[in-house]
């Protein structure tokens, strides 16, 4: 499930996130990309200016199904996960539309979560707008204690989970609110870039590139 | 789903042209007249909500209607449907419908190649003229399907006369299959499908 329904508004672009290109492709493209190998099911949830977005999938992604949320403006993450998880069983994958996920570490990610129900993708703290996670342990005894705007940790959250689908039930606000009272949860760490505003996307144009360059 | 100790029954509506069928029917017999463009231009300003779909329905009708009724069976009967979608309607033919804005006379050989129910406008041949008898609003099977004890519809179509059938279901599903869905379909519908397999993929787990 790609959450990739907000307003790119930080950005400034006037498009949504997702259909921001980041050398010479759609961040949501290489998302569907990095998540193809591992389920046949993609539900990307969009809202602002889906259109654009249902544009892009009818050229090139057919295999998604559009989930639409046309209450994007008031209502946030949590809701569009569960839109975009409605009609799903298991294990799902959870994902922000506006994050790029480095292949092999979604394919250890994914891996690792055949163990775990619940698995939080954390990375290395590097985005302007994180929300920064406290850990302990380490490799696979790695676990997520709390989440925070403020204190800054080494590890941020990478707006990817792996969670049985009865976990996006109703409720609205940011995913990692919903998550908060069952921590302390198995974590695993992915290389992403989260795209915010414009040094992000900078950086993650640089990341690309490298990534690209060394898959 | 259970509801009240019961199972819940669901109905599934699919509108035929460009849904079920892998192309539009009229567009396809107006080439025996020489106007398949002209055709193909009033249905898609049809499926855009620029004309109302009765008028739209009656005009078609009158440039229609010199093709002999033999030689629109053999095209309609040729016009392929989705192998996918078909699947899904012959595994549970009591709980799905064919809900059609398109004319029954002109549909008799797909209407009876489906194994489930169908909506459609009426006409009848009078003196060798067609005249149209009833055009179809798409809200009415809906309601008649809960009054036959369905506790939940599923709808899935293309066009903007879709958009009634939409917004009298509980989910609405556009489906770009064969094009675009009009952006009216679209935006009155919970999710938009490019492929009959995810179609019945998430029709299956909703």
């Given amino acids: 499930v790609i959450a990739a329904a907000g307003l790119g508004s930080r950005l400034g672009h006037g498009l949504p996130k997702c259909m921001l290109q980041v050398e010479g492709r759609t961040v949501l493209s290489r998302l ?111 676990q997520v204690e709390s989440f925070s705007r403020e ?52 950086a993650a144009q640089a990341s690309v590139r490298r990534w690209d360059a060394t898959p | 789903v259970v509801l009240g100790g019961r199972e ?14 892998t192309t539009e029917l009229l567009p396809s017999i107006a080439a025996e007249v020489g106007i398949a463009e002209e055709m193909d231009t009033l249905t898609r300003i049809t499926m855009d909500g620029l004309i109302p779909f009765t008028q739209s329905l009656q005009l078609r009708a009158m440039l229609l ?6 030689t629109v069976s053999d095209i309609v009967s040729s016009v392929p449907l989705d192998t996918v979608i078909m699947t899904f309607i012959e595994s549970r033919p009591d709980a799905c419908f064919v809900v059609t ?49 369905f506790d939940r519809v599923v709808a899935v179509g293309d066009g903007a006369n879709d958009v009634s059938m939409f917004g009298e279901s509980d989910l609405a599903v556009a489906f770009a299959g064969v094009h675009q869905p009009a952006r009216a379909a679209s935006e009155a519908a919970d999710y938009v499908v490019f492929e009959g397999r995810q179609l019945c993929q998430l029709l299956e787990g909703l």
């Fill in chain 1, 32 to 142: 569907i990309d990095a998540i193809r190998p591992h389920t046949d099911r993609i539900h990307v949830v969009v809202g602002y200016r889906e259109e654009l977005v249902v544009e892009h999938c009818a050229l090139y992604h057919r295999d998604v199904v559009l989930v639409r949320n046309p209450d994007f403006r008031i209502n946030n993450t949590l809701t569009s996960l569960s839109l975009g998880a409605r009609g799903l069983r298991g294990q799902l994958l959870f994902v922000d539309g506006d994050t790029i996920v480095r292949q092999h570490t979604l394919e250890a990610f994914v891996s690792r979560g055949k163990r775990c129900p619940t698995l939080i993708g954390v990375t290395h703290a590097s985005s302007e707008d994180a929300v920064f996670v406290s850990t302990s342990g380490d490799g696979d005894s790695l």
């Fill in chain 1, 151 to 202: 204190s800054q940790g080494a590890f941020e959250w990478a707006n990817l989970m792996l969670a049985p689908s009865e976990l996006a039930s109703q409720g609205d606000g940011f995913v990692f609110q919903a998550i908060e009272p069952l921590l302390p949860l198995p974590a695993s760490i992915v290389e992403v870039v989260e795209i915010d505003t414009e040094n992000d996307l900078a």
């Fill in chain 2, 8 to 21: 819940m029954r669901t109905a599934y509506c699919f509108d035929l042209d460009g849904t079920l069928t």
């Fill in chain 2, 65 to 70: 209607s010199t093709v002999p009724l033999e």
């Fill in chain 2, 101 to 149: 804005g398109n004319l029954d006379i002109w549909l008799e050989p797909v209407f009876a190649s489906l194994p489930c129910r169908t909506f459609s406008s009426a006409a009848t041949l009078q003196n060798g003229s067609l005249r149209v008898e009833h055009v179809l609003d798409k809200r009415d099977p809906v309601r008649q399907l809960r009054t036959e004890g």
